[in-house]
């Protein structure tokens, strides 16, 4: 990790903190020390606030981000994009299902099945960084791309 990398996450990691004091801290200091009794309330307004800054910050940076980068491909480069998208997507659902079979056969202590799902698992792994690798070969043919990695964006 370099220097760049961990200014980055520090700093995630320091927005995240304030946005959970802001919700937490200050309404424990309002109320002089004491639990706020609307824990839920608490809870779903932070979920409200972090998903409105999410759609009204991040999600149109990174959109932008991808139009610009899908226009910036050689047509080849993006239909082959493209097409690693769709099958990262269904990896997504595959590792997600995977997941959640490894979990109850772990639950009803069906050890064979849950170490069959956990090898399916490692093989979903592995192609999901062959998946990784073709895309970056891709990436880094791309001007926007390699701009945001010169500026430590992307973690390379």
Wanted: aromatic share 8%; proline share 3%; net charge positive.
């Amino acid at each position: 990790m370099n220097a760049r990398t961990r200014y980055h996450s520090s700093y995630s990691l320091t927005v995240v903190f304030l946005l959970f004091l802001a919700e937490f801290g200050i309404p424990l200091l309002a109320q002089n020390g004491s639990r706020p009794q609307r824990t839920d309330e608490v809870m779903q307004s932070l979920r409200k606030d972090v998903a409105t800054y999410l759609s009204r910050s991040v999600l149109p940076a990174l959109t932008s981000f991808k139009q610009q980068f899908d226009a910036s491909l050689k047509s080849v480069d993006l239909a082959r994009l493209e097409n690693l998208r769709k099958q990262s997507h269904v990896l997504l659902d595959r590792i997600v299902t995977h997941e959640q079979e490894f979990s109850k056969a772990r639950r009803g202590k069906d050890f064979k099945r849950a170490l069959d799902f956990r090898s399916r698992l490692e093989g979903n792994f592995e192609t999901r960084k062959r998946l990784l690798g073709e895309a970056q070969r891709i990436g880094s043919r791309s001007g926007p791309a390699c701009r945001c990695c010169s500026r430590g964006w992307i973690p390379r």
